[in-house]
């Protein structure tokens, strides 16, 4: 089959002309491919995490590491999805480093300027490890094996505007255990 335009292009689901590396907090869904439970079971309202579940916990609790320009905030992981609210706050302060008197300074010496990364280069880091890893545990720990990918191709993103937008959303996220079996994600 050839290529063609009309039929055979991704639409972007991301706001056209803006800056995804730019200061600000977005809220971001990310689900498993075809919506399968890899991560655990809710019972009796809480989230029971399995390893894969407390892997996917432990790569997102350490995204800051990765991306010391980013914060995160309130975030679950439920058993096909996870929502979180990661903040970009810019670039990260960097102690000068003091050469000593008569040393040259060579090119590869020099602090580079690193460009901020996008929410996108955030999310795909997160998707890739969380892949890794998750590929590690199937062969090693017999973990529930997935069909070719881990998770959906894309995921969902919104930027926060306002306080009271973000607080809306922080109850969102606690609440959602507790709202799972009415979720959009919700899969038996």
């Not at 010391?68 to 309130?74: A, C, F, Q, S, V």
């Not at 990661?86 to 008569?102: H, N, R, T």
């Amino acid at each position: 089959m050839t290529f063609n335009p009309d039929i055979h292009h991704r639409r972007s689901i991301r706001l056209k002309d803006y800056d995804y590396s730019q200061a600000g907090a977005y809220f971001v869904t990310i689900c498993t491919k075809d919506k399968e439970c890899m991560f655990g079971v809710i019972e009796d309202a809480q989230m029971e995490f399995n390893d894969a579940g407390k892997m996917v916990q432990n790569v997102w609790h350490e995204l800051p590491g990765r991306f010391p320009e980013i914060l995160l905030d309130e975030f679950i992981i439920m058993p096909n999805h996870l929502h979180g609210i990661v903040s970009i706050v810019g670039a990260p302060l960097v102690g000068a480093q003091i050469p000593e008197v008569g040393a040259r300074i060579l090119e590869e010496d020099r602090a580079g300027t690193r460009p901020a990364p996008t929410l996108g280069d955030i999310i795909s880091v997160f998707k890739s490890i969380t892949t890794h890893l998750y590929t590690e545990g199937v062969m090693q720990q017999r973990w529930q094996h997935f069909n070719g990918k881990l998770w959906q191709r894309n995921y969902y993103e919104h930027i926060i505007r306002s306080e009271i937008e973000l607080n809306k959303i922080r109850e969102y996220i606690i609440n959602n255990v507790l709202n799972w079996e009415a979720d959009e994600n919700y899969k038996d």
